[in-house]
C-alpha cells in the first residue's frame, strides 16, 4: 500500500539560508508525489508534482523536488528561505489503480522562519 | 472565478446535533472529496464522488453522510455529532483523476 513519512515535525531556519524538508514514500507502483503547503487559516495549495517524468521537479515560489527511486525519497528543497515561507507543508502520494485519485498524506512538516 | 468555497468557516456543536457542511465549486469538477485534518496525523479522505449521483467511502467514513445531486455542490451530512468529530474538514475537487486537486479553506468543527 501507498503510504508517506515526513521525517521531521517540525524545521527551524533562519531567513536566507536552504530549506530541506524530508519524505520518504512507500509505493509498489511508481508513484505520483505531490507537496503541498497550508499556510495559518488557509486552504492547502499544491506546491509541485512528481508523475514519472523528470526527477527534479519545479514548483512555485522557487520550491524544488527530486524524486529519488534508490532512496525511495522525494524530499522539498528551496535555496533561501523566505519570511513568508513559514507555513505546514505536506508530502502526499496518490493510491494508484483506483477510479479517484485517492491521496494519502503524511503527517506534516511545520517550517519556522526567523529573522 | 471563486474555486473551492466551503461553509462555514468555522462551527460549534453540542454532542448528538446534527449538521451539514457545504461545499461548493464553479470549475465543472467531476471528482470531489471530503478530508479531515487532525494533529499529527496529517489528512484523512471521509467519502468522495466522482460524478454527480455517485460517491464512495473513503479511509473514515463512520458517522458521516454524502450525496451529490449536482456536479457543483458535495455536502457533508453529520448526523449526530461526537466529540471525536473535532476536527478541521477540507473539501476538495478535480476535474479527472489524475489532475490537481483544489482544495477549500476549512471548516473548524468543535463538537462539545
Known amino acids: 500500500a501507498q503510504s508517506v513519512t515526513q521525517l521531521d515535525s517540525h524545521v527551524s531556519v533562519s531567513e536566507g539560508t536552504p530549506v530541506l524538508l524530508r519524505c520518504n514514500y512507500s509505493?509498489?507502483?511508481?508513484?505520483?508525489l505531490f507537496w503541498y503547503v497550508q499556510h495559518p487559516n488557509k486552504g492547502l495549495q499544491l506546491l509541485l508534482k512528481?508523475?514519472?517524468?523528470?526527477?527534479l521537479v519545479k514548483g512555485i515560489n522557487g520550491f524544488e523536488a527530486e524524486f529519488k527511486k534508490s532512496e525511495t525519497s522525494f524530499h522539498l528543497t528551496k535555496p533561501s528561505a523566505h519570511m513568508s515561507d513559514a507555513a505546514e507543508y505536506f508530502c502526499v502520494v496518490r493510491k494508484e489503480n483506483t477510479g479517484f485519485q485517492k491521496l494519502v498524506f503524511g503527517t506534516g512538516t511545520r517550517l519556522l522562519v526567523s529573522p | 472565478n471563486a474555486g473551492v468555497t466551503q461553509t462555514p468557516k468555522f462551527q460549534v456543536l453540542k454532542t448528538g446535533q446534527s449538521m451539514t457542511l457545504q461545499c461548493a465549486q464553479d470549475m465543472n469538477h467531476e471528482y470531489m472529496s471530503w478530508y479531515r485534518q487532525d494533529p499529527g496525523m496529517g489528512l484523512r479522505l471521509i467519502h468522495y464522488s466522482v460524478g454527480a449521483g455517485i460517491t464512495d467511502q473513503g479511509e473514515v467514513p463512520n458517522g458521516y453522510n454524502v450525496s451529490r445531486s449536482t456536479t457543483e455542490d458535495f455536502p457533508l451530512r453529520l448526523l449526530s455529532a461526537a466529540p471525536s468529530q473535532t476536527s478541521v474538514y477540507f473539501c476538495a475537487s478535480s476535474w479527472g483523476p489524475n489532475t490537481e486537486a483544489f482544495f477549500g479553506q476549512g471548516t473548524r468543527l468543535t463538537v462539545v
Open positions: 512528481y508523475t514519472s517524468a523528470a526527477t
Open positions: 509505493s509498489s507502483y511508481s508513484p505520483s
